[in-house]
């Protein structure tokens, strides 16, 4: 490890420990949260998702930053990208259970189940949450961010690719699908999205984005992978 990823881990520490450690920290953090979902929501995955981001970049070519990489430019569009998620968690944490309770006519237990404890019917109702999200939702959310990535690369990362049209179609038509397919759909949903998911659902509901954000990390990790791939 270089002197450059302990700084970057004890920044990392810096920022997420108050929120862990301090109640103070924690109170705001959740009185923000129920007030200002959407904007939290921007925040936190403007911030977090970007910042795993910049590690697949560092898995990739040894360094946090290089010319053209538009670390603004990603910043806002995963701050969009967030409020986004933060919607159909709430369209999906919500409406999934009230759907199993309907289907298996059992009077509101699934709905009930996902407020309160740890139990098999929390769990099972999390599953069919994570499920349903990452086998609809997933899939559009994915490649809307890969058209978006590349867009933000042909600008050379400057913030006129905000503004600028993005070519869907010839993105679209140049974009690898052995990759996009065999690596990002096949894979890392069934065998990464849904499980992580299914534990996000599982949390308390102040906690749910907030976890889903961290997971952006993961993506970045995730990202440097099927980037190896080609």
């Known amino acids: 490890m270089k002197r450059e990823d302990w700084w970057v881990i004890i920044g990392a520490c810096i920022v997420l420990c108050p929120f862990f450690l301090i109640g103070e920290v924690?109170?705001?953090?959740?009185?923000?949260?129920?007030?200002?979902p959407i904007l939290t929501g921007f925040v936190k995955f403007a911030l977090l998702s970007t910042f795993g981001e910049v590690i697949a970049l560092r898995l990739r070519t040894g360094h946090?930053?290089?010319k053209g990489f538009g670390l603004w430019p990603r910043m806002i569009v995963w701050g969009f990208l967030g409020a986004w998620i933060v919607m159909a968690m709430r369209v999906f944490g919500k409406g999934v259970p009230v759907l199993c309770d309907g289907i298996f006519e059992t009077g509101g237990r699934v709905a009930a189940a996902m407020q309160g404890d740890l139990s098999w019917t929390k769990f099972g109702g999390a599953f069919a949450i994570?499920?349903?999200?990452?086998?609809?939702?997933?899939?559009?959310?994915?490649?809307?961010h890969k058209v978006s990535d590349t867009h933000i690369l042909a600008q050379g990362g400057r913030l006129k690719a905000l503004v600028t049209p993005i070519p869907f179609s010839h993105i679209l038509a140049n974009l690898n699908w052995e990759v996009q397919w065999n690596?990002?759909?096949?894979?890392?949903?069934?065998?990464?999205?849904?499980?992580?998911?299914?534990?996000t659902f599982m949390l308390p509901a102040q906690w749910q984005v907030l976890f889903a954000a961290l997971l952006g990390v993961v993506?970045?990790?995730?990202l440097a992978v099927s980037a190896n791939k080609k």
């Open 26 to 36: 924690q109170a705001f953090y959740f009185n923000a949260n129920a007030r200002m």
């Open 64 to 66: 946090y930053y290089e």
């Open 183 to 199: 690596f990002v759909f096949k894979k890392t949903i069934p065998f990464f999205w849904i499980p992580a998911h299914t534990v």
């Open 219 to 222: 993506l970045g990790i995730l």
């Open 130 to 144: 994570s499920l349903l999200q990452n086998t609809s939702f997933a899939p559009v959310f994915m490649l809307l």
